[in-house]
């Protein structure tokens, strides 16, 4: 296996490049093993992959064996290899405490016309979500609770950046998720394909239980802070609100998503690998 020592590497560059922002043609910084194979199991293309000296010699550790075996896999996948010491690694992952791997990713985000695909579409549109943390969070939630895609309108976190992406946990692999869009493109991408549009507000909605999740929808959700604005709520045929016990005005927008996201989960009967969301 190919070994790297010098900090002063084009590939250490790279990694550290790619901490920062996203490359220019697609490549992206995953960190972890479970999100460097979740990738490889999604059909992702892994060019590099960079394993801690650790993980490749200690393989009694149950542990670093599966990071071991996640390196042949890799390899077995086209992907270059390469065995760092732990002052490298430290420099390569963007983490204070590295797993012991980090790659680099090529991924193309679909165009908004195949976000907004569907028979019966259940697509989030996101304003202003400018915490990677909480937009990976609600991507999670969106693939779990059976959305057909997620839009991430400016001036939102990149959700192809690498902490946005460690929150999906594997989720952007498999949802189609839109960015880089104006909220006003995604809405008339919206209307194009005869979603109604819809949004979270804090107070004067519709109350969610009663809300009718099984039809054609692009489900807007404000950001931090304000949430959405006037103009933006201009743009919404209907508004829905989570009901709340005062004092209590509001909720962080990924717990916001998830219980609205759950909601329209049981009302469409959406399926998942072991259990089946019934209409109640």
């Known amino acids: 296996m190919e070994t790297i020592a010098s900090r002063h590497n084009a590939v250490v560059k790279a990694f550290r490049g790619l901490a920062r922002r996203r490359g220019e043609n697609g490549q992206v910084l995953l960190d972890g093993e479970h999100l460097v194979t979740e990738a490889l199991q999604a059909g992702v293309r892994i060019t590099t992959a ?150 979270a507000v804090p107070r004067g909605g519709a109350p969610m239980h009663e809300f009718d999740f099984r039809r054609r929808l692009a489900f807007m959700l404000g950001g931090e802070g304000p949430g959405l604005s006037d103009r933006e709520l201009d743009h919404a045929d209907e508004r829905v609100t989570i009901p709340m016990r005062p004092p209590v005005e509001s909720l962080n927008v990924a717990v916001s998503a998830a219980v609205i996201l759950y909601e329209a989960c049981r009302q469409r009967g959406v399926r998942s690998r072991n259990h089946t969301f019934f209409v109640g």
Not at 66 to 91: F, I, Q, T
Not at 158 to 163: A, S
């Open 50 to 199: 960079a394993l801690a000296a650790r993980v490749l010699t200690r393989v009694a550790d149950a542990n670093e064996a599966s990071v071991g075996r996640l390196a042949e896999r890799l390899k077995a996948h086209g992907a270059r290899v390469l065995s760092v010491s732990e002052s490298l690694m430290a420099a390569m992952s963007p983490v204070q405490t590295p797993s012991g791997i980090v790659a680099i990713a090529e991924m193309s985000p679909p165009p908004l016309e195949r976000v907004m695909d569907g028979s019966v579409p259940l697509v989030a549109v996101l304003a202003g979500v400018q915490d990677p943390g909480n937009l990976g969070a609600v991507i999670r939630t969106a693939e779990a609770a059976g959305a057909t895609g997620l839009v991430a309108c400016t001036p939102s976190a990149d959700p192809y950046g690498w902490k946005a992406l460690r929150g999906a946990m594997g989720s952007t692999f498999r949802l189609p998720v839109s960015e880089r869009v104006a909220l006003h493109d995604a809405l008339l991408a919206a209307r194009r394909r005869g979603l109604i549009i819809a949004a």
